[in-house]
């Protein structure tokens, strides 16, 4: 059973910040890449961002500069500092963690809402 519990969603105004976390646990065999993505109503869910275990990182053209992911191996935990947030990153936002096997596991999702 592997689960991934994130935290860190909420309620802010434009361009104040959060901080999402997702930690993995359970029997996940040695984890490769974590990322971020997010689902606004009525849209497809899309990448935001996405770090490699050599701690490499790529990001959505919609966030660059603006978010920042970051992970601990030791905790198998990834990050998601997000600044200078705007209303139209309100989303649920998942995290996705990749094993060496090609299997994806998710979060449950945590709610980011920005008002403007």
């Known amino acids: 059973q592997v689960q991934l519990v994130e935290s860190g969603g909420g309620l802010v105004q434009a361009g104040g910040s959060l901080r999402l976390s997702c930690a993995a646990s359970?029997?996940?065999?040695?984890?490769?890449?974590m990322g971020w993505y997010r689902q606004a109503p009525g849209k497809q869910r899309e990448l935001v961002a996405r770090i490699t275990t050599g701690g490499s990182t790529s990001y959505a053209d919609f966030v660059k500069g603006r978010f920042t992911i970051s992970r601990n191996n030791a905790k198998n935990t990834v990050y998601l500092q997000m600044n200078s947030l705007k209303p139209e990153d309100t989303a649920v936002y998942y995290c996705a963690v990749d094993n060496f096997n090609g299997i994806r596991y998710w979060g449950q999702g945590a709610q980011v809402t920005v008002s403007s």
């Open positions: 359970g029997s996940i065999s040695r984890i490769n890449a």
